[in-house]
């Protein structure tokens, strides 16, 4: 691997980009495949580049054998990020342990008491309204968000936001009936059944946790399965193909 | 932080500090091999190692190997499974095979 390349997959993290890195593994040419551009050794192999695209696709690295040669596909797709609505204690659970699982997480809460780097060490922290801050950063379909202020000021503008984009996990902390209250206020502003059954709510996996550390895992838990039975439905029919 | 992405931020440190370095990565696996494809271990000219390609099991002879890469500058492909006798030896004792592909980062 060349020191370019190296740097280069850094820059894609940060940027949040996917890329594929394409080794020839008999000489070790790379070619470094972005959806929308191509550099290095093998950036004119259009073999390559579309295998490269494809395995981006499906999120899957993979060898294949291009023109007699070995090549291997390493995808690198950005890290899940997980978004928390709330900086309140159950978020300074959630938030290290969302870390550990190697999510890139960002904690939001406009209230200044709370939106503090003290309470949440090495980990983001924006004060500002949600769907501001989901503006600035953009949700994408990596992204999952969870709100845990109980407050409707701060919560359903959160929720409205995320349903509206393609994020892959929403989770609203709260009360079965305080989430039927919930989706009567939600109506009011247009989002209709369909899209509210997309919100996890009462959120987590019901293991009876009662602790902040215990909600935390429960939240990680059903957010950790959400998301591989999405990845396993994206790679099945290539799967089936193969 | 994805845990690949760590590991090149490692090799990216090692390597900006004027060391010698190697990345190991998994490409192909057959059976109930511990770590997924695109798994990567990066290792310096000490022996240093940071992330892995199995659970524990051939990380001393991809070091081995990664430390031979540092010299000589030539990519390795590498066999583990339990029909070799010396990944046996070597113990991946989970009984899945592995193919590990070894370069320098020059």
Sequence with gaps: MKSETLAALQEARTKRQAVTLATRLGDGAEGLVYRDSVKGDLAGDAAIVSAARGAMEVGRSETV???????????????????????????????????????????????????????????????????????????????????????????????????????????????????????????????????????????????????????????LGQIIEVRARRLEALAAPKAAAA | MSDALEVLDQVGKWKASGKGVAVATVITTWGSSPRPVGSQLGVDDSGEMVGSVSGGCIEGAVVQEALAAIKDGKPRLLDFGVTDEQAWDVGLACGGKVQVFVEKVS
């Design chain 1, 65 to 219: 054998e291009i023109g007699g040669q070995k090549v291997f596909l390493n995808v690198y797709v950005p890290p899940p990020r997980l978004i928390i609505v709330g900086a309140v204690h159950i978020a300074q659970s959630l938030a290290p342990m969302a870390t550990m699982l190697e999510f890139d997480v960002t904690v939001v809460d406009p209230r200044g008491a709370w939106a503090t780097a003290n309470r949440f060490p090495g980990v983001k922290v924006i004060k500002d309204w949600a769907d501001e801050a989901f503006q600035e950063m953009g949700l994408d379909v990596s992204t999952a968000v969870v709100t845990l202020t109980h407050d409707p000021k701060l919560d359903d503008p959160a929720l409205e936001s995320a349903l509206k984009s393609d994020v892959f996990y929403i989770g609203a902390l709260g009360s079965r009936r305080t989430h039927a209250k919930r989706k009567e206020r939600l109506a009011e502003v247009g989002i209709t059944d369909e899209m509210f059954a997309r919100i996890h709510g009462p959120v987590g996996l019901n293991i009876g946790a009662k602790s902040p550390a215990e909600i935390a895992v429960s939240i």
